[in-house]
């Protein structure tokens, strides 16, 4: 079970660098096409970003969770810090707020923390019982601005 010690442990802080064929790959991957080109080009090309009101090249809304795979250890990483059985979790929620567009060559810290970890159900009965673990994320682009609060809440039963 996940060590309620680490509730407000901080990950430390991890930069990465937004990659135009990361945005397009993501892209298409979301709309299960083998071929980018056959994407919406707002997440592919720089002028079709800027007509559509874009400062340039767009995340979509779900990219946010790939910054937990990509940076300090990824998913793995994080569920071995917290004293997870890999075996037993499950995803459970993800809330986004978006503070500001996320574009292709924008530079995003994200910092990360444990924001609680409590019990649902009952230990006596088998299969009722979880722990649940909240992570609270804050996405802070290159001019310091936070543009993106995330909640990831997952439970280990």
Request: with cysteine; hydrophobic share 40%; aromatic share 10%.
């Amino acid at each position: 079970m996940a060590d309620r010690s680490k509730i407000g442990m901080e990950f430390p802080p991890y930069t990465i660098k937004v990659e135009k064929n990361k945005i397009a790959e993501f892209a298409a991957a979301l709309a299960q096409k083998e071929d980018i080109r056959d994407i919406k080009s707002l997440y592919q090309h720089e002028q079709a970003a800027l007509d559509a009101g874009y400062p340039g090249i767009p995340m979509p809304p779900t990219f946010a969770i790939s910054f937990v795979f990509w940076t300090g250890g990824g998913l793995m990483g994080i569920i071995r810090e917290l004293g997870v059985d890999v075996a037993k979790l499950l995803h459970s929620e993800e809330d986004y707020e978006y503070l500001a567009p996320i574009c292709a060559g924008d530079t995003i810290t994200r910092k990360m923390k444990v924001a609680d970890m409590y019990e649902r159900g009952r230990k006596e009965r088998a299969g009722r019982y979880f722990m649940v673990t909240v992570l609270e994320t804050q996405l802070i682009n290159q001019r310091n601005e936070v543009v993106l609060n995330a909640k990831t809440t997952f439970i280990e039963r």
